[in-house]
Every structure is written in structure tokens, then in C-alpha cells.
């Protein structure tokens, strides 16, 4: 794969496309356990469970009411996230997630901007569009 241009990216709610999106993140981690006693010379790691976070960029839309408006603090929804668009072939990431915050950015120079920021709720999957 090559380099891509962000500008392709996109984000969804089931088939529901939230509007307006400057850019989104995903963070994927997985816990990582230590057991280890006092005679242990170094310490000794195995993985634990995944995790993953992330957040959504918007220019504040309240006339989404599919996408925008759905994403109330609280909420479990399955994103579904699209680095390179959502042709076929391309890969799409599947987020079960709760948004756990909503920002609102006002500035005088600027659009009004909201980011919507999410805990995972399950296991992340990556599959191609289809």
C-alpha cells in the first residue's frame, strides 16, 4: 500500500454517513500483563486483552440527525471507519464504541467545530469493503 491522502477518509453509523468530518483517530492497544517474582532477573510479559479509543472531527452539523446528532455522550454505536473511502476493496474498520465526550470548538475566525471522542466496546475488525 502507498501513501494515501486523508481526504478519501470517511465515517458511518451503520449505513448512515456522519457529515462533515475533518478527520478522525484510532488508537488499538492491548494490555500488557507482568508476572515476575523477587528472584526473577527481568521481567516477563504476556498480553492481555485489546483495547481501542479514538475520537471524530466535524464541522458542527446539527442537521445530521443520522450521523452527527446520533452520537450523544453514552451511546453505543458501531462505527465504521473508512482511512481510504468506502470502495471496494478498500479497508474497513469496524468500532463498537461508546462515546464518552462531546466538544464543541466556537471561534470567531473559524467554523464551528464538534469532536466526538469514543471508547472501544468489543474487538476492532479490519476487513476489505466488498
Do not use: W
Request: glycine share 8%; proline share 2%.
Amino acid at each position: 500500500m502507498g501513501v494515501q491522502h486523508g481526504r478519501s477518509g470517511k465515517v458511518m453509523i451503520a449505513s448512515n454517513a456522519v457529515a462533515e468530518v475533518q478527520s478522525f483517530n484510532l488508537k488499538r492497544t492491548t494490555q500488557i500483563l507482568e508476572y515476575d517474582s523477587m528472584e526473577d532477573t527481568a521481567k516477563t510479559r504476556q498480553n492481555g486483552v485489546d483495547d481501542s479509543s479514538g475520537s471524530v472531527e466535524c464541522l458542527y452539523d446539527l442537521s445530521d440527525t443520522a450521523g452527527q446528532v446520533a452520537l450523544i455522550n453514552g451511546t453505543a454505536v458501531t462505527l465504521l471507519l473508512y482511512p481510504e473511502g468506502n470502495a471496494s476493496g478498500k479497508i474497513e474498520l469496524t468500532v463498537p464504541a461508546i462515546i464518552s465526550d462531546f466538544d464543541i470548538t466556537i471561534e470567531k475566525d473559524s467554523f464551528n467545530k464538534a469532536t466526538f471522542t469514543f471508547v472501544g466496546n468489543g474487538d476492532v475488525t479490519e476487513a476489505a469493503v466488498i
